[in-house]
């Protein structure tokens, strides 16, 4: 099979590598709008089998013509340009998967549900670590119960050392942690879907070994699964896991305006606040320094009439061997696998469909234990 990549920043990097290591991938194609980005890439991490080259995001009509030559395209780029990619995908009778993270280009995506079943191909919106990896898990740990009634998610990616005064660095795009920061997050309480804030309901958590930090409520981690569980479960919620303190800090940006794109002037200039906080950020968190990602999915519902508490946890590091991040091992592969999956008839479904119906947790979690990301469930009543 063949399988392009488009992006070569972090998360492409890592795809490719997974990708070129992977016997059953014959060829890799990883494509950026800076063409020298992409051939480092593909040299560095491409393992003899990947070609590189310019492309430009956003010119759908010569992503046809490229997507043609391959059997799944992975999306590594921000956002924005997914609804346009899958599109060009669909055309090109191309499988297409992507990092997600926005729900107005989710809801898009969905939209060329038609087309793509009318093509013969699955696209899967939604495929990094959350939304992502979580829900495939959780799609899993619900199946477990005869009823199940609750599901709460809990992720995040930190440094392994944490520098004040955010004790974050940046693991992936700053436009991507600010939209989850910044836009309302979806959430089920008491079987309804409803929008809550984003930085508010914080509560405190402890993982062995490691010490307290602090979940809150951010935009995009729940994806599809309130439209998936809807009527099925009572409550369903999405956390982001950071360092005690992070939370109140990064809302009182938020809450004077950094996020705004509405221009302001600044010595005569028209300014955006958003992408001067995004340079900020870049620039002064970016330290480069071995990370961590905590998941924690807790279940909970009936078994035989009893009432039962699922806890999956995954504590994942930096990849010394490699040098690949835990974020981008964790947000990679599990696009990876599902673009592998796909193509190689593994998942059966056409058509846009969320991956929590589309994906065999079972397959998918043997495949994640193969790269190392391992999966620790305990239960209690």
Not at 94 to 112: I, P, R, S, T, Y
Not at 187 to 205: H, K, M, W, Y
Request: hydrophobic share 45%; aromatic share 8%; with cysteine.
């Amino acid at each position: 099979m063949k399988i392009a990549v488009i992006g070569a920043g972090l998360m492409g990097r890592a795809a490719v590598y997974d990708l070129a290591h992977n016997p059953k991938v014959k060829a890799v194609g990883v494509y950026d709008i800076d063409a020298k980005l992409a051939r480092l890439v593909a040299h560095e991490y491409g393992h003899r089998k990947t070609v590189a080259g310019r492309f430009d995001a956003g010119d759908v009509k010569r992503a046809v013509t490229l997507f043609k030559k391959y059997d799944a395209v992975i999306s590594a780029v921000t956002y924005r340009y997914n609804p346009g990619l899958a599109k060009a995908a669909i055309a090109a009778g191309a499988h297409f998967f992507d990092l997600g993270g926005n729900n107005v280009a989710v809801a898009a995506e969905f939209k060329l549900d038609k087309a793509a079943r009318k093509a013969g191909v699955v696209v899967i919106p939604d495929c990094g670590l959350a939304p992502g990896m979580v829900s495939v898990i959780a799609a899993g740990d619900i199946a477990r119960f005869d009823k199940p009634e609750s599901l709460h998610i809990r992720v995040g990616g930190l440094p392994q050392k944490p520098r004040p005064p955010l004790n974050y660095q940046m693991l992936f795009s700053a436009e991507g942690l600010i939209n989850e920061y910044y836009e309302p997050a979806v959430a089920i309480r008491n079987g309804r879907a409803v929008a809550v804030e984003s930085l508010t309901d914080i509560e405190i958590l402890t993982f062995a070994g490691l010490g307290q930090f602090e979940a809150f409520n951010t935009s995009g981690g729940t994806s599809t699964l309130p439209s998936t569980y809807k009527g099925i479960l009572k409550n369903l919620d999405y956390k982001t896991i950071r360092y005690p303190g992070h939370c109140e800090r990064f809302k009182t940006m938020m809450d004077i305006g950094l996020a705004s794109w509405e221009k302001i002037a600044v010595e005569g200039v028209k300014v955006s606040p958003r992408n001067v906080l995004k340079a900020v950020l870049d620039k002064n968190l970016s330290f480069d320094e071995p990370d961590v990602s905590l998941v924690r999915i807790t279940t909970e519902g009936k078994i035989g009439g009893k009432r039962k508490r699922l806890i999956s946890e995954i504590i994942d590091r930096y990849d010394r061997r490699t040098g690949l991040t835990s974020m981008m091992r964790c947000t990679s592969f599990p696009v990876t696998i599902i673009a592998v999956m796909a193509a190689s008839g593994q998942i059966a479904v056409r058509g846009v469909v969320p991956q929590e119906k589309a994906v065999d947790p079972d397959i998918f979690e043997s495949e994640l234990a193969k790269r190392k990301i391992i999966i620790r469930r305990r239960w209690s009543r």
